[in-house]
């Protein structure tokens, strides 16, 4: 028995790794399919803001009760881990709760904490599957999440409470086995934990044989389940548990209200402004490739947003805050960040058919409109609420950038404020005469 | 009102402690205006050596970078940080958080490093310092008034608390609204839709913001940036509420206020 399992479990095991991280190398090629930004330095900065904001979760305590559902859900993610790495050896070695052996009365604390999670997580997640489609909570009723992303929302959910289901039932029959003293159970005398004997009752008719069954059914769609999720975290919005962490460690450590700069452009302004800074032209007449003012594509953004846009866990948090989509605009920032990773997964898609990309006649803004990049006020509501450091803002700016720069595709009102601006150095057609005119009443 | 430029203070020989930044809202919009005089006479009657740039002030380039026109941008800032470093300003004072953000956070990699200072936060260093003093019994003294955070001053930069801190002065009651500080809500002009038409939706966000504002029973909706206050104004209108709601800059409350 614990032979077949043997010979079952390690490749299931090792196909199931080797899957993983087939997938998490795409990722990471995607994400380096952007433009190289500079995130180095203040490491001692970025290690605090790891654990405040990726491990302590810092911006879910904006809402403290729901904060401390998802860190019921989190950490018993985690810890339980712990379980699960008994259970792999387990299945590697073939042997049964091999860690209590050697761990003893310690081994009873854990299993009995990891229940206390397991039903904290169970809970957790049937209330949240509730405020998604009974409170119907406005930001999970969004159209952002029409289709697949409201789905995936719930499979994820659902998955956790059959997840914890089948530890909890799996420990149940374990240890009333071990009361009747049956084979091998017999020998690892735990005891009955805090919850699962609760369970007794509803398994007290069963057969000692049916109970084995059961036990090992368990255990057995515990560890697939968890290996089966483990590889569906990539195609999910769930893959934020993974890279909430580095997308901490490079948050942005600049004044919310400060913009990216474009030293191309700043270049352009100063050679023109003063002819003898330029760079003598290329001998041979060749010029470098003019640089695509602001972003059309994935590949004119920065890793950095490419990063963004696979952390995001779709919460909805930015769009709740962002007033534009309060009063109704087509804008939300959580789409803004879909619809990049859909774009970015396209061109992943592609890479891995041609070779190399091949031009689609696509581009992100076949995903983005105009209309919502125009709605943005650029108030930052979205980049504060974001519990995983996301911003959505500098995106739209981007994508704003190669609007009016390389397409002038600009409403005729901001076509007057440029002009005003380059004419009469004010947004408005005053003469710059009159600036001071204020000082003259009063 | 007699103000000095920097070109007059350099014609006597002598440097000014600040140059005040007025912003192309606080120079030609009536209402702004109005902000710009009230903090011109506070620094007057704090006796702080300060100047404008008059003429030579131009235009940050703020909402032209923020809609997208990178190229105007750097020309507007080549041309100030040329006249800025000139004049050899070291300190710069402002009424406007669209002016604050940018001078303080975008010139220095462009070569404009100065000390920049919000006029709120310069407020509350001349109350800290005893530099002016708030009437006994002003005309807001236990009036009700609910402060509205500019995005730019707020998650922009977070300044939360001057703002607050000089409104205290005035000992009036002091009401937040429910979306306040991180969590306030914008006024609606940010990012250069102050400058066109809002797309297309179900409400105006300043009037969603002016609701909420009216609805804390406020009789002032004291307000730190030019382009709020217009927003504001234009939202209790909406609301049928310029009778008795008034929409007043910090620096409008705090010169009707001093000793």
């Known amino acids: ?442 | 009102m007699q103000v000095t430029t920097m070109a007059e203070w350099a014609a006597r020989g002598e440097t000014p402690e600040i140059l005040f930044w007025v912003g192309c809202s606080g120079s030609y919009d009536q209402r702004a205006q109005k902000i710009t005089r009230a903090f011109a006479t506070i620094l007057d009657k704090a006796g702080v050596r300060y100047a404008i740039l008059g003429k030579e002030e131009a235009c940050t380039g703020d909402p032209a970078r923020r809609a997208g026109n990178e190229f105007l941008f750097q020309m507007m800032a080549y041309q100030n940080i040329q006249t800025l470093n000139n004049y050899g300003v070291k300190k710069i004072v402002t009424a406007c958080p669209h002016c604050f953000n940018i001078l303080g956070n975008e010139y220095p990699e462009l070569g404009g490093r100065y000390e920049v200072i919000h006029h709120t936060t310069f407020l509350q260093q001349l109350i800290d310092e005893g530099k002016i003093r708030i009437k006994e019994s002003g005309p807001f003294k236990g009036k009700r008034i609910t402060y509205h955070d500019s995005c730019y001053l707020g998650r922009g930069n977070d300044i939360y608390e001057a703002p607050r801190k000089v409104l205290e002065a005035l000992d009036a009651e002091l009401v937040e609204m429910k979306r306040c500080r991180s969590k306030g809500l914008c006024c609606g002009a940010g990012g250069a839709q102050m400058f066109k038409e809002e797309e297309k939706g179900t409400t105006r966000i300043n009037f969603e913001r002016s609701h909420e504002a009216v609805g804390t029973g406020a009789g002032v909706i004291a307000a730190a940036c030019p382009f709020c206050n217009t927003m504001l104004t234009d939202g209790v209108k909406q609301e049928e509420k310029e009778e008795t709601v008034k929409v007043m800059d910090i620096a409008e409350l705090i010169a009707s206020s001093i000793a």
């Open chain 1, 1 to 442: 028995m614990l032979l077949f399992q043997q010979i079952v479990f390690i490749p299931v095991l090792v196909l199931a790794i080797y899957l993983f991280v087939r997938k998490i190398r795409r990722v990471r090629r995607n994400i380096l399919l952007g433009k190289d930004e500079d995130y180095s330095g203040d490491s001692g900065r970025r290690w605090k803001n790891l654990l405040l904001l990726a491990f302590g979760q810092k911006k879910m305590f904006r809402n403290p009760l729901v904060a401390v559902m998802h860190f019921v859900i989190y950490a018993g993610f985690i810890i339980i881990n712990i379980e699960v790495l008994e259970i792999m050896v387990d299945g590697i070695l073939g042997t049964h709760r091999l860690f209590s052996g050697f761990l003893g009365p310690v081994y009873i604390g854990l299993i009995d904490g990891f229940e206390v999670l397991a039903v904290g997580v169970f809970l957790a997640c049937v209330i949240f599957l509730s405020r998604r489609n009974i409170v119907k909570l406005r930001r999970f009723i969004s159209h952002d999440l029409d289709g697949w992303p409201r789905s995936d929302a719930n499979y994820i959910l659902l998955t956790e409470i059959v997840l914890m289901t089948l530890f909890l039932t799996m420990n149940a029959a374990d240890t009333l086995l071990q009361s009747r003293g049956y084979g091998h159970y017999g020998l690892h005398l735990t005891g009955d934990f805090l919850f699962s004997h609760w369970l007794h009752p509803l398994l007290n008719g069963w057969s000692s044989a049916a109970l084995v069954v059961l036990e090992r059914v368990c255990w057995w769609l515990h560890i697939l389940g968890i290996l089966a999720f483990l590889n569906y975290l990539p195609y999910s919005k769930h893959l934020h548990i993974l890279l909430a962490f580095p997308n901490a460690y490079y948050a942005r450590l600049q004044p919310e209200g400060k913009l990216r700069n474009m030293p191309a452009v700043q270049n352009e302004v100063l050679y023109a402004m003063q002819p003898e800074t330029a760079p003598p032209a290329p001998a041979d007449g060749s010029a470098a490739p003019p640089p695509r003012f602001g972003a059309k594509d994935v590949f004119d953004l920065s890793w950095r947003n490419l990063l963004d846009a696979y952390s995001c866990t779709e919460c909805g948090r930015c769009s709740a805050a962002c007033p534009a989509n309060l009063t109704g605009k087509v804008l939300s920032p959580r789409k803004i960040m879909m619809s990049t990773r859909d774009r970015l997964e396209e061109v992943g898609r592609n890479i891995d058919a041609n070779g190399k990309f091949t031009d689609d006649g696509k581009t992100l803004l076949d995903y983005i409109s105009v209309e919502e990049l125009r709605a943005c006020t650029s108030c930052n509501a979205c980049v504060e609420e974001c519990p995983v450091s996301i911003s959505p803002l500098e995106i739209i700016v981007e994508m704003r950038r190669a609007l009016i720069m390389e397409d002038s595709n600009a409403p005729q009102e901001w076509n007057a404020l440029f002009s005003n601006i380059e004419n009469n150095f004010a947004p408005w057609k005053f003469s710059p005469d009159d600036r001071d005119g204020w000082t003259a009443e009063g």
